[in-house]
C-alpha cells in the first residue's frame, strides 16, 4: 500500500490528511499549531494519523504541504538581513520606493512608511551600466566592487541579493557580480534578479528578489529541520510544497525561490475548493475562506482559478504569480464601533484576535465582534470545537448593546447591522474578483469554509445571486485537501516588449519552444516523466502605450502554423472590450511571454456518505429561534454528521459539526449530495 | 442661462427614511464604485502622466450634482449655471476650459468627462472624471509655456459640449480636437479611459438603484450628505476659533523674472459657519502661473485636512458645502480674469496645502505639519526619434514630505495620494534617455525632531537632440519649519553639457535645447522639519549618515557631533548641543528661513541663479 500526507499549517490548528492512494479513502486529524516551530506541529499531527490507522512511514511515497513560514517572515519582519547590490546610482531605490504614498488627499500626514526591506546601510553600488538594448556602457568595475563588499561585512547580513538596471535585458554583470559575491561571501545565499524575475521594472524586480532572499534562509531552515524530522520518522518520500499559484514544488526548488510560497497557505484553500468542485460537477464558482480576521476570496472559471502577476504580503507587494486571491480584513472578530463624530456603524478592520477574542468567547473581551452578533441573533447557537468551548450569550448581548445604545437601536437591529455590514465589505471583495473583471456572478456557484465561512455563506449567495451556495464537509480542513490534490508546476516568463507589427508567429514559436524545453526540464528533475507534463502557453498583450496587460492563453501549435498571432490579437480585442468597453487601433504590444509546465495531478476520489430518505429528522437536535429579517422566527438546529444524501432541509436552520456552523437562511433550502456537501438555494 | 435637464418621467423621487445600516451600505457600495473607476483609468490609460502617476479625479455626484463621493469635490453645480443647452439620457459631456466651468479644471490640459445617469426617465446621478493630457496643443510641447501671456497659447480649449448626444457618438468633434494635439494617439486612447470610467460607474449606480430601490438611493444620497454636514458642523464649532488668524506663503517666481508672488488667507469663524478670506492675495500675473480655484474644491481641501485625524474611514463629500465661505478677490492670483494664461497653475495648487496646513495648525502646533508641498514638478522631453518618429514626454517629480507630529517625514515621496515615479527601465526604453542617478539629495530635509524628508536628485542623460521643459517652484522660498525644525534645502536645477561644463538653469524654462550626451540634474525641494532638532535621537543621525541622507556636516544641524568612523562623539556632541542652547532664542512655531529681502540679496550667490524682481514692477 501506498500513501500520500496533505498538512496545511494554520494559526491555530494544524490539519493533516492521509490518503491511501490505490483506494482513494481518507483519514483526517488535528493538532494544534507550534508557532514557535511550525514543523513540530506537522510532524507530530502526521505521526499521530499515522499511528492511528496504522500507515507505516516508509509506504508514505509524498508529502504535501501548504505553508505560512515565507508569509509570517514578512508580516512579522522576521525575515533574513539581506545585503544588495544595484547600479551605481540606485541605492536608494528601495528608499524612495516609487515614491508612493497610499492613502487620499492629506494621507501622507498619517502614514506610516515601511522600513525598506534591504537595509540602505546594507546596501551597494556597482560602479557598471547595461543600457536599455542590454549594450554594456560601462563596464563592471570590479576592484572597486570588491572594496564595497569587503565593507559590507561588518553589517551581519545573511543573504544577498543583485538587482542591476537593465538585466532583464543582459544579465551578464549580474551574473559576474554575484559570482564576486559568493567569492566575499562564501557561506551566504546569493540571489540575483535575472533568475527571480528577468522583467523590466527595477523597483519591482529589486524588491521581488530582496523579498526572496529575506525569506530564504528561513525556508531553508524549515525545510531541511521538517527533512531531518521526517527521515527521523521514517518518511523518505517526496517533500512538495504548496505555491502561491496553487501548484506544487519540491521542498528543494522551493530554496532557492522562496518568494512564491508568500501565498502557500490561502492557495490550499483554493486548490481545496477546487477539488471538491470537480467532484460535485460545478466548473464556474468563488470561495469564500472566512476566518478570525480575514477573509480571503477567488474565483475559478471553466474549472480554473484566476491567477495574477503579483502577490501582496502586508505593506509588500513583490511580482511573483499567486491565485488571484483578494483578502478583506473581515472576519469573526471584527469590531464594530460607532464614531462620535458621524455616528456611523462600522464594523473592522481592528480584529478581537484569538486574544481577548469576542465577549462571547468569556476571554475578557468586551468589545462587540461579528461573533457576538452572530451570538445575540441566535446563529451561533451552541457550544464551539465540539463542546470544548461554551459560549458566553450574556457577555455576547451586552457588548453589542454598546453599539445598539449609541445608534439607538434594539439590541438584535444592531447585531443585524453589524451582520449586514462585515457582510458588505466581503461583498465588495467578491465583488472586486467577479464583477470588476467582467463576470457576472449569476454564472457563479459560492463555495464557503474557513471557521466562520458557513455562518455568513448564505447570505452572500443572497447579495450576489451566486447560487447553489456550497459547504464542504469538514470546511475547517479544506487546505488540506487542496494539498493532496494539486500538481507539480514550473513556470518561467520572458520579457518580450515588442509590437504585433515587429514580430512574427515564427519568432514566438521558437521563443515558446525554448522556455517550454527549461519548464520541462525543470519538471523532470522532479523526476516527472516527460510523457506526463502539460505545458501551457501565455502571452500578455497591451495596446502600445498603455501599462497594464492583459494575459491570454495561447496555442503554441498555432503560432508554429503561423496563424497565432493573427488570432492573439483577436482574442485580446474581445479581451479589452468585455473588461474596458472599448478598442482602439493601435499595435498591440506582446509585453511577457510565459510557459508553464505541470505534473500529472493527484487523483483523489471523494468520499461517499451513505443515503437517507430525504428526511432529515434523524439528524435534528432540537427547535431553535433565531432573529432573521427584523423578526424572531421559529428554527431548527442539525447535526451535520448525522446528516445522510439526499436530505432536504428548509430554512431557517443552524447545522453544527466540530469545526463549523452553517446558517441556512429563512427562504432558502439545503440539500445534501452523495459527497456530504450542503448546497443551499433560494426556495 | 441654465442649463435644462429633461426628465420624461415626471414622477417624483418618494422621500423615504433611510436606515443607518442601509445607509453605510451605500456608502460602502459607492466607495467600491468609485474604486473601480480609478482601476478603470490606471488599466487603459496610456499617457505615463495619467496611468503611472494617478493625475486624474473621479466623482459620482447626487442628481442635485453634489458630490458623494470623489477627491476633488463637485462642480457641477457651477456648470449647470453656466451651460445653454438641453441634459438628456445618454448624452455625454466633455469639456477642459477653465473658464467655462468656475475652475473646475483648472488648465486646458485637464480633459474632464461628465456622465448624466438617468434611470426611467429620471436623472438620479452624475458620473464625471478628469486626467491630465500630456499635450493638448498650443505654443509648446506638453502645452504649459512657463511664459504663457494668454489662455490662447496653451492648447485648444473645449467649452462644454456633448461628446455623445442621446447616445450617438459625435466623432466629428473628436476628430477636430485631436487634430490639434501633438499626443493624438495618447489623448483618444486616455479620453476613452475617463469615458469607461464614467461607465463603469453608471452600471453600479444602476446596480444599486435595482438593488435598493431608486427612491432609496436618492434619499441614502440625502442622507449621506446631510450627516457630513452634521459631522463637519461638530468639527468646526470645536476647532476654528472667531479670533481670525492668517497664513501666507509665496510661488517663487512667474517664470518670467517677477516673484515672489503672496498667497495670503485668513480664517475666521462666524457662528456655525467658517470664513476662509483671501484678501491680501497679490494679482495675476502675466504668466502662467495664475490659478483659477474653484471654490468647492477649496471647501473640499478644507475639509480633508480637517477630519483626516477624526473619522478617516468617512466618505468625504459635498454636504459640508454651506458651512463654509471662500473668499477669493477677483483679478488676483487665484481668480484671475479671462483670458489669463492658468497652464502652470500647478505651483500656487501644491501651495494651497501649506497654506491649509500652516493655518488650521496654528491654534494647536502639536498637530501642525511643516512644509514640503512645493508643486508637482514636471519635466518635460521632447523631439524626433532616429527613425523620425515623435516622441514627448511628460513627468511628475517628487520631494521631501515634511516632518509630521506623526514622525520623519518620508525622503522623496509624493505627496499627492496614489501617485508613483514612471519605472527608470520604462524610460529608457521607450525614450532616448538614461537615468544616471536617482536618489535622494543628502541633507535637503530639515533639521528637527521628526527630520524633513530628502528631495530627490535625478540625473537625465539624453541621447538624443531634443528640447526640455522644466517646472518646479521652492527654489527661493524655503520650505518652512515648525516648532523648532528649520526650513528644508531648496529646489536646483543643473545642466551638465557633453562637454563637462555645467551651469545652473532655472526652474521654470521652456525649449531648453539639448543634445546626446547632455545631463541635466534634476534637484527637488526637502521638507521642512519638525520640532526641536537638539532632540532628536544621536544614534540615528549616526545611522543616516551610514545610509548616506545625513552628512557628517549637516548632522551638526542637530548638535551632533560623528567621529571619522561616522559614530557619535559624545562629549562633543553634549557639548555642542548645550552651546547651541544657550544661544537660542525662544523657539518661534514657524521658521521659515531668512526674510525675502535676505533672500533676493543672497539669490546669485546661494541658488546660481538671479532673485526674481517684485511682482508689483510688472508692466500692467
Given amino acids: ?683 | 442661462m441654465t442649463a435644462r435637464i429633461v426628465e420624461t418621467n415626471p414622477t417624483p423621487f418618494n422621500p423615504c427614511e433611510v436606515d443607518p445600516i442601509t445607509l453605510d451600505i451605500v456608502e460602502n457600495a459607492l466607495k467600491n464604485a468609485r474604486n473601480e473607476m480609478d482601476a478603470t483609468v490606471y488599466r487603459t490609460a496610456m499617457s505615463p502622466g495619467i496611468r503611472e502617476q494617478g493625475d486624474s479625479f473621479p466623482l459620482i455626484a447626487d442628481r442635485k450634482g453634489r458630490m458623494v463621493v470623489g477627491q476633488f469635490g463637485s462642480f457641477i453645480q457651477g456648470f449647470l449655471n453656466g451651460f445653454e443647452g438641453d441634459i438628456e439620457d445618454g448624452d455625454v459631456i466633455w469639456l477642459s476650459d477653465p473658464y467655462s466651468c468656475e475652475g473646475a479644471v483648472s488648465h486646458n490640459n485637464d480633459w474632464l468627462i461628465l456622465l448624466p445617469i438617468f434611470r426611467d426617465g429620471r436623472l438620479v446621478a452624475w458620473a464625471s472624471h478628469f486626467g491630465h493630457q500630456t499635450d493638448v496643443g498650443g505654443k509648446v510641447p506638453g502645452s504649459l509655456p512657463t511664459d504663457g501671456g494668454s489662455i490662447f497659447q496653451e492648447g485648444i480649449r473645449i467649452p462644454p459640449v456633448k461628446l455623445y448626444k442621446k447616445g450617438e457618438f459625435q466623432e466629428e468633434i473628436l476628430n477636430l480636437v485631436l487634430h490639434q494635439v501633438r499626443m493624438p494617439e495618447w489623448c483618444r486612447s486616455d479620453l476613452n479611459a475617463l469615458l469607461a470610467a464614467c461607465r463603469a460607474a453608471e452600471r453600479r449606480v444602476h446596480e444599486m438603484c435595482a438593488r435598493f430601490g431608486d427612491d432609496v438611493f436618492v434619499a441614502a444620497n440625502e442622507e449621506l450628505l446631510a450627516r457630513n454636514y452634521r459631522a463637519m458642523e461638530q468639527l468646526i464649532q470645536t476647532t476654528v476659533s472667531e479670533e481670525k488668524l492668517s497664513f501666507t506663503d509665496y510661488i517663487c517666481d512667474d517664470g518670467r523674472g517677477f516673484g515672489p508672488y503672496k498667497i495670503h488667507c485668513t480664517m475666521w469663524r462666524e457662528g456655525n459657519r467658517v470664513i476662509l478670506d483671501f484678501d491680501g492675495t497679490d494679482p495675476q500675473s502675466e504668466s502662467s502661473i495664475n490659478f483659477y480655484m474653484n471654490e468647492n474644491m477649496f471647501k473640499m481641501f478644507f475639509g480633508i485636512y480637517m477630519i483626516m485625524v477624526f473619522d478617516p474611514q468617512i466618505l468625504f463629500n459635498d454636504g459640508f458645502y454651506p458651512l463654509v465661505d471662500v473668499r477669493i478677490p477677483d483679478g488676483s492670483l487665484l481668480k484671475p480674469k479671462f483670458p489669463a494664461a492658468l497652464s502652470c497653475r500647478t505651483h500656487a495648487l501644491g501651495r494651497i496645502f501649506d497654506i491649509l496646513g500652516g493655518l488650521l495648525g496654528q491654534r494647536q502646533p502639536q498637530f501642525l505639519n511643516a512644509a514640503g508641498f512645493s508643486s508637482s514638478p514636471h519635466l518635460m522631453f521632447s523631439g524626433y526619434n532616429p527613425d523620425g518618429s515623435w516622441f514627448q514626454l511628460f513627468q511628475i517629480g517628487f520631494g521631501g514630505i515634511p516632518g509630521r507630529p506623526f514622525g520623519d517625514g518620508p525622503d522623496g515621496h509624493s505627496l499627492w495620494p496614489g501617485f508613483t515615479n514612471v519605472p527608470n527601465e520604462f524610460l529608457e526604453r521607450y525614450y532616448p534617455m538614461r537615468i544616471e542617478r536617482y536618489e535622494t539629495e543628502i541633507d535637503s530635509g530639515g533639521a528637527g525632531k521628526h527630520r524633513g524628508g530628502n528631495g530627490i536628485i535625478m540625473t537625465y542623460r539624453f541621447l538624443s537632440e531634443g528640447t526640455i521643459s522644466i517646472h518646479d517652484d521652492r527654489w527661493f522660498i524655503h520650505p518652512w519649519g515648525v516648532n523648532g525644525g528649520t526650513p528644508g534645502k531648496r529646489a536646483r536645477k543643473i545642466l551638465e553639457r557633453a562637454d563637462g561644463t555645467r551651469t545652473v538653469i532655472g526652474n521654470k524654462i521652456d525649449e531648453l535645447k539639448v543634445h546626446d550626451g547632455d545631463q541635466l540634474h534634476y534637484i527637488t525641494w526637502g521638507g521642512g522639519g519638525w520640532g526641536d532638532p537638539l532632540e532628536r535621537d544621536a544614534d540615528l543621525l549616526a545611522l543616516e549618515y551610514k545610509r548616506g541622507l545625513v552628512s557628517r556636516e549637516g548632522a551638526k544641524r542637530y548638535g551632533v557631533v560623528l567621529d571619522d568612523a561616522g559614530k557619535v562623539d559624545e562629549a562633543a556632541t553634549n557639548a555642542l548641543r548645550a552651546d547651541m542652547r544657550a544661544n537660542r532664542e525662544d523657539i518661534p512655531v514657524f521658521d521659515f528661513g531668512p526674510p525675502i529681502e535676505e533672500l533676493r540679496k543672497n539669490a546669485l550667490e546661494e541658488t546660481g541663479l538671479a532673485a526674481p524682481r517684485p511682482p508689483h514692477q510688472q508692466s500692467l
Fill in chain 1, 1 to 683: 500500500m501506498s500513501y500520500r500526507l496533505g498538512v496545511d499549517v494554520g494559526g491555530t490548528f494544524t490539519d493533516v490528511l492521509v490518503v491511501e492512494d490505490a483506494s482513494g479513502k481518507t483519514w483526517r486529524g488535528k493538532v494544534p499549531s507550534t508557532p514557535d516551530d511550525p514543523s513540530r506541529a506537522v510532524i507530530n499531527g502526521a505521526r499521530k494519523v499515522c499511528e492511528e490507522v496504522g500507515v507505516n512511514p516508509e509506504d508514505v511515497n509524498y508529502f504535501f504541504h501548504g505553508t505560512t513560514v515565507a508569509t509570517n517572515a514578512v508580516l512579522e519582519g522576521k525575515g533574513a538581513r539581506v545585503g544588495l547590490v544595484v547600479t551605481q546610482g540606485y541605492r536608494q531605490i528601495l528608499q524612495i520606493a516609487r515614491s508612493f504614498v497610499p492613502g487620499g488627499l492629506a494621507g501622507w500626514i498619517v502614514w506610516p512608511k515601511p522600513e525598506p526591506m534591504a537595509a540602505l546601510e546594507c546596501t551597494i553600488e556597482a560602479p557598471e551600466r547595461i543600457g536599455a538594448g542590454g549594450s554594456i556602457v560601462r563596464e563592471l568595475d570590479e576592484a572597486t566592487l570588491r572594496q564595497r563588499l569587503e565593507a559590507l561585512k561588518t553589517e551581519g547580513i545573511e543573504a544577498l541579493t543583485v538587482c542591476l538596471i537593465n538585466s532583464y535585458v543582459n544579465d551578464v554583470h549580474e551574473r559576474r557580480v554575484a559570482e564576486i559575491c559568493a567569492d566575499i561571501f562564501p557561506d551566504i545565499p546569493v540571489t540575483i534578479s535575472a533568475d527571480i524575475l528577468p522583467e523590466m521594472q527595477e523597483y519591482e524586480r529589486t524588491l521581488t528578489t530582496v523579498a526572496n532572499s529575506a525569506v530564504r534562509p528561513v525556508v531553508a531552515r524549515y525545510v531541511q529541520h521538517l527533512r531531518e524530522s521526517l527521515v527521523e520518522w521514517g518518511m523518505n518520500g517526496q517533500l512538495n510544497l504548496l505555491r502561491s499559484d496553487g501548484g506544487l514544488m519540491s521542498a528543494e526548488k522551493s530554496r532557492e525561490a522562496p518568494v512564491s510560497l508568500l501565498m502557500s497557505g490561502p492557495a490550499g484553500g483554493v486548490a481545496g475548493a477546487l477539488w471538491v468542485a470537480r467532484n460535485a460537477g460545478i466548473d464556474n464558482l468563488l470561495t469564500l475562506d472566512m476566518g478570525g480576521t480575514s477573509t480571503d476570496v477567488a474565483l475559478i472559471e471553466n474549472g480554473e482559478p484566476r491567477l495574477r502577476r503579483e502577490t501582496s504580503v502586508g505593506d509588500l507587494t513583490v511580482r511573483a504569480s499567486s491565485l488571484d486571491i483578494r483578502t478583506v480584513g473581515a472576519g469573526g472578530g471584527s469590531i464594530a464601533h460607532v464614531p462620535e463624530l458621524t455616528k456611523a456603524l462600522r464594523v473592522g478592520p481592528e480584529s478581537a484576535g484569538a486574544l481577548p477574542g469576542p465577549a462571547a468567547y468569556g476571554r475578557g473581551g468586551k468589545l462587540p465582534t461579528v461573533t457576538d452578533a452572530n451570538v445575540v441573533l441566535g446563529y451561533l447557537p451552541e457550544s464551539l470545537l465540539g463542546g470544548d468551548m461554551e459560549l458566553d450569550r450574556k457577555g455576547a448581548w451586552l457588548a453589542v448593546k454598546s453599539v445598539a445604545d449609541a445608534l439607538d437601536i434594539s439590541v438584535e437591529k444592531a447585531a443585524e447591522g453589524i451582520i449586514d455590514i462585515v457582510n458588505e465589505h466581503m461583498f465588495g471583495a467578491l465583488r472586486l474578483v467577479s464583477v470588476q473583471q467582467g463576470y457576472d456572478p449569476r454564472d457563479f456557484a459560492l463555495m464557503a469554509f474557513g471557521g466562520a465561512g458557513p455562518l455568513h455563506a448564505n447570505a452572500l449567495g443572497l447579495l450576489m445571486g451566486s447560487w447553489p451556495v456550497v459547504i464542504p464537509p469538514s470546511p475547517g480542513v479544506l487546505c488540506a485537501y487542496g494539498d493532496a490534490t494539486t500538481r507539480l508546476r514550473a513556470e518561467t516568463q520572458r520579457s518580450f516588449n515588442r509590437t504585433n507589427d515587429q514580430t512574427s508567429d515564427e519568432e514566438i514559436a521558437a521563443l515558446l519552444d525554448e522556455i517550454g524545453s527549461e519548464v520541462t526540464a525543470d519538471l523532470i528533475a522532479e523526476d516527472i516523466a516527460q510523457s506526463e507534463i502539460t505545458l501551457r502557453y501565455e502571452i500578455d498583450v497591451r495596446y502600445r502605450g498603455q501599462a497594464f496587460e492583459v494575459p491570454l492563453a495561447i496555442e503554441a501549435e498555432a503560432f508554429r502554423k503561423g496563424t497565432g498571432l493573427a488570432r492573439l490579437i483577436q482574442s485580446f480585442d474581445t479581451e479589452h472590450k468585455r473588461l474596458f468597453t472599448f478598442n482602439l487601433d493601435v499595435p498591440r504590444e506582446l509585453v511577457n511571454v510565459r510557459v508553464t509546465a505541470l505534473g500529472p495531478s493527484g487523483e483523489l476520489k471523494p468520499g461517499v456518505i451513505p443515503s437517507g430518505n430525504g428526511d432529515p429528522s434523524g439528524a435534528k437536535l432540537r427547535d431553535h429561534k433565531v432573529y432573521m429579517g427584523g423578526e424572531e422566527k421559529a428554527a431548527a438546529i442539525y447535526a451535520r454528521d448525522r446528516l445522510r444524501a439526499g436530505d432536504h432541509i428548509v430554512g431557517p436552520a443552524v447545522i453544527i459539526e466540530m469545526d463549523s456552523t452553517t446558517l441556512l437562511h429563512d427562504g432558502c433550502v439545503a440539500d445534501i449530495d452523495d459527497h456530504g456537501n450542503i448546497l443551499i438555494v433560494q426556495a
